[in-house]
């Protein structure tokens, strides 16, 4: 094992971060500190990848163990600086800063949480190991409370290491180049299972927040369901279960329950009984004359939610009077996701996606979290008549997967499994704890549809098999209410992952990746293909990729591969095929193109820096394309609009 990988595997095994992924959100008892801003940051020395951990560089500030830069966080560090070292950097990267802790937080639960770390973290407060997290793109949380001094000065140090091997996920390898004549001593390449740029470093947003020491809401699920009486209106039911810590010397006094409408009306409220200390609330209510969550372009208004608002009580003993009380509130959505052999159905309506793959990948910022870019990218897949997006290849942010719910805009929410191979007993642990920590954080966002287990695995392995069953069954039991895919590449015939699938999805590039250039054979062969998956899984077929690169400005006349004018083409000849499955087949369930905007890609000679099959640029300005697919989806949308408007 790389020896920077055995000394993370030592912290993973000594420190484990708290389990509950609500979001962390301000109320009348949780106080909110954000800790984004410059911090800063250096890198392991080169050959040296573990010096951080031998010389403790986190029992003092990060700038006594050598010269430091400042870093911006939420940020990919790999852009930020003209250093090629940084950029390029694989191994231990160390952050800290400096913060304060009101004094007034002394008698306050106080948890730290890192919105995600790339790939893996180890975290100290004031020089004390505070925990750990393997994976990048989720959230995790760190009780710190023992750990600040309150009211005074305290640091935080963040090491992060972005290297990736078999036992990853995502995977990649590190392969040493032992030629000394040609490369120096210690010399590796990590290379990867996947086709866009390794950013790291700490990617979202930082926060300390508080709790109530006697009592805290750790975790709230809510799942729902309507019926329509004759007159067309509906009534809702709204089940809830409220996970409640409390603590030993705390008694049980009361739970309420609230549950507002977007104008923060009050629609239904119930006291409910007391609990032992530590202890679940279950229960169900009624709206009536209720409003569903709906798809954009269904119809209906789109994305109304719906505030549940929880207030827990406990008796105890503390300077702040003799009770103390937790309060959070969560947005959520009434709607039901649905499937059989032909479709998904949204609401017992069926849904058809007409949306794209995306990155969460921008200039400078890398893959950090930009609120601008969010929005930018909202009012695009709007602008485009796009109802859906998958999250390629890994979970995107909560503060986008906010603006999806409020929008309509359906997703499918994907695990950063890409490109899987081996398919052994860690591999598919560690797979599983994914699923766990991404249906933890998401399960309650109406917009999330499907759940994606990867994209592209070596899914033709024997092995694949009981594997992808295996991530199915577990992901199911952690949520029956939504569909379960895994999105794949290889040919029906040799696929050993769809069988346990709720929705097949392919990837197929007929006319670039093969029969480059040529657009006239794209019909036939989708059409083709599309048949054969069909025939051999008898389940909804979604076409998860197709696409073809353009250099912006480039354009030719006849139409040639690269230009503006091919990639147009290349779609239109895909929409012939789509609009015959369309017109003949119920169970043709969606197409999604490659890529949203183009993206940066690892070191390599066949691409310039980017993957060009973007709609849009790197800069989200137009390509030809992006108007040729505002077309379609504009019209699809149309005619989906006037299938659910009622006529006058």
Not at 207 to 217: G, N, R, Y
């Amino acid at each position: 094992m790389w020896p920077f990988l055995a000394t993370l595997s030592l912290y993973l095994t000594l420190l484990s971060p708290a389990s509950s992924l609500l979001y962390p959100r301000a109320s009348e008892s949780r106080d909110l500190v954000s800790l984004d801003g410059i911090w800063q940051f250096r890198v392991s020395p080169p050959g040296d990848p573990n010096a951080g951990f031998r010389e403790a560089w986190y029992s003092a500030r990060l700038s006594e163990s050598g010269t430091t830069i400042p870093m911006p966080v939420p940020c990919s560090f790999n852009d930020i600086t003209a250093d090629d070292e940084i950029r390029n950097y694989i191994g231990w990267a160390w952050y800290d800063r400096e913060l304060y802790v009101p004094s007034g937080w002394s008698d306050r639960r106080v948890v730290l949480r890192f919105g995600s770390v790339n790939y893996n973290a180890v975290v100290w407060v004031n020089g004390h190991s505070a925990g750990s997290h393997e994976g990048g793109h989720l959230p995790f949380e760190l009780e710190v409370t023992s750990l600040l001094k309150m009211g005074a000065a305290n640091w935080l140090t963040v090491a992060v290491n972005n290297t990736l091997d078999l036992e990853t996920i995502p995977q990649g390898k590190i392969t040493f180049k032992d030629d000394t004549t040609r490369y120096p001593e210690g010399y590796f390449e990590q290379s990867y299972n996947f086709e866009y740029f390794h950013y790291a470093g700490i990617h979202r947003s930082v926060q300390l927040f508080t709790t109530p020491l006697a009592v805290h809401i750790q975790d709230i699920t809510i799942t729902t369901n309507f019926s329509t009486d004759s007159s067309g209106l509906w009534t809702a039911y709204v089940s809830y279960e409220v996970d409640v810590v409390r603590s030993a010397k705390a008694s049980a006094r009361s739970s309420l329950v609230k549950i507002r409408d977007q104008r923060g009306r009050a629609v239904h409220f119930k006291s409910l009984p007391l609990l032992p200390k530590n202890g679940r609330i279950r229960g169900m209510v009624t709206i009536p004359n209720a409003t569903l969550w709906w798809p954009v372009g269904m119809g209906e208004t789109p994305g109304f939610q719906y505030t549940l608002e929880v207030v827990e009580t406990a008796d105890t003993a503390t300077r702040r009077g003799g009770s103390e009380m937790d309060v959070y509130r969560q947005l959520f959505g009434v709607r039901t996701v649905t499937w059989d052999s032909d479709r998904l159905y949204v609401n017992n309506r069926p849904f058809y996606f007409r949306g794209f793959g995306k990155h969460e990948d921008a200039n400078i910022v890398g893959r950090g979290l930009s609120l601008p870019l969010i929005m930018r990218d909202i009012n695009l897949i709007v602008w485009s008549g796009a109802n859906s997006f998958r999250t390629s290849h890994y979970p995107y942010a909560e503060e986008l997967l906010d603006q999806t719910d409020a929008a309509g805009i359906v997703v499918i929410d994907e695990s950063p499994a890409i490109g899987l191979e081996g398919f052994g007993a860690t591999l598919l642990a560690k797979h599983k704890r994914v699923m766990e920590e991404l249906v933890a954080r998401d399960k309650n966002r109406p917009s999330v549809l499907v759940w994606s287990l990867g994209n592209e695995p070596q899914s033709a392995e024997e092995a694949a098999g009981p594997y992808f069953k295996a991530v199915y069954d577990h992901t199911r039991a952690l949520d029956p209410t939504r569909a379960i895919t895994t999105v794949v590449s290889v040919g029906a015939d040799k696929d050993q992952a769809s069988a346990s699938m709720d929705l097949v999805l392919i990837n197929r590039y007929f006319g670039w990746y093969s029969d480059s250039g040529r657009a006239e054979v794209i019909e036939r062969q989708m059409l083709t293909e599309a048949a054969a998956w069909r025939r051999t899984f008898g389940k909804p077929l979604v076409v998860s990729e197709y696409g073809a690169g353009s250099v912006a400005g480039l354009r030719d006349l006849p139409a040639f591969i690269w230009t503006e004018d091919y990639q147009a083409e290349f779609l239109r000849q895909y929409h012939k095929a789509f609009d015959k499955l369309i017109s003949t087949e119920t169970w043709f369930a969606g197409e999604m193109v490659w890529n949203f905007a183009d993206f940066a890609v690892p070191r390599e000679y066949i691409r310039p820096q980017f993957c060009m099959k973007g709609m849009f640029t790197r800069e989200r300005k137009p390509k030809l394309a992006a108007y040729v697919l505002r077309d379609r989806y504009t019209r699809l949308a149309e005619l989906e609009a006037a299938r659910w408007t009622p006529k006058v």
